[in-house]
């Protein structure tokens, strides 16, 4: 398997799916990592392909526990009071690795693992269907005696208890469910998953932006329906995390949106949360980055 591996996504809908052989998982409130265990070391990539290894060394420590030529799909989260705070996350992942110690002295992480893209054994896994995929991991960390900081999410088939999930979660910081089909294979770059979350939010591409890349003053995101509209100006700390973005993209064009609207388009690997009321409108809100 090669490095970045490309990753499964999930499509939000606005009701629990029900039907024969689903499975369902909380969904953590983190950020999206992918654990490599090489033969002498263990690297961690973005949903991006991104190598965040440095500020996530808490976990790559933890990953040596895995045997070589391990590959796993997981979120990287921080429990602050009890609770998944997704803005310690954050902090986290936009951090230098000189911060990221210091933060992880305070806060260590935890991998949510949800997912087995390459087993020691069996080889490249995505191929296979969710359920033996799900097994293959449970064995693997049962084997090697692993657990916290990693540990496989919950799952069930039963949506009873994926209800009382839903209902129960939300105050430690669980922001809704993720469903699968058993039968289903992994396929990187898909949105083949399905998620419900209590935050009435989408998820939307950012495409471009206003003003100098080092200080966007709006955003030019593309919609679930194919739309591109702007953001409200951002505020500040929003600004600062989606700057670095886009100094790094380089060079923009100029480009319009349906509307008329004229904005720098540029190529980035970047998802936004816009609330979900504002999306018929030509200015959007922006809640966070993905």
């Given at each position: 398997?090669?490095?970045p ?25 983190g ?19 991104r ?9 790559a ?24 705070d997704?803005g ?35 080889g ?44 129960s ?7 809704g ?15 083949q ?6 935050a ?22 593309l919609?679930?329906?194919g ?57 959007v809100?922006v809640?966070?980055?993905?």
């Open positions: 398997m090669d490095w591996v490309s990753v499964a996504l999930a499509q939000a809908v606005p009701t629990l799916p029900q039907g024969k052989g689903l499975h369902y998982e909380p969904k953590f409130d950020h999206r990592l992918v654990l490599w265990r090489d033969a002498e070391t263990v690297r961690l990539q973005t949903r991006s392909g190598d965040v290894t440095a500020v996530w060394m808490d976990l420590v933890a990953g040596l526990q895995l045997p070589p030529r391990t590959v796993l799909d997981g979120e990287g989260i921080v429990y602050v009071d009890g609770r998944v997704f310690a996350a954050q902090s986290r992942a936009n951090s230098t690795p000189a911060r990221a110690r210091e933060l992880a002295a305070r806060w260590p992480a935890h991998l949510a693992l949800f997912d087995i893209l390459q087993h020691p054994d069996v490249d896994t995505r191929a296979l269907p969710y359920v033996e995929r799900r097994g293959l991991l449970e064995e693997l960390l049962e084997d090697h005696g692993i657990g916290p900081p990693l540990q496989a999410v919950p799952t069930t088939t039963d949506i009873a208890t994926a209800r009382l999930w839903y209902e979660l939300h105050g430690i910081g669980i922001e469910l993720v469903v699968k089909a058993g039968s289903s294979v992994y396929r990187g770059g898909s949105r998953w399905r998620k419900v979350r209590h009435e939010t989408v998820d939307a591409a950012v495409v471009g932006y206003t003003g100098p890349a080092a200080r966007p003053r709006h955003l030019a995101v919609l679930p329906d739309r591109t509209a702007f953001s409200q100006t951002l505020a500040a700390p929003l600004a600062a995390q989606v700057a670095p973005h886009l100094v790094a993209a380089g060079r923009a064009r100029r480009a319009r949106t349906g509307t008329g609207d004229a904005y720098n388009a540029t190529e980035v690997d970047l998802v936004v949360e816009v609330l979900a009321g504002t999306t018929r409108h030509a200015v809100t809640t966070r980055v993905r």
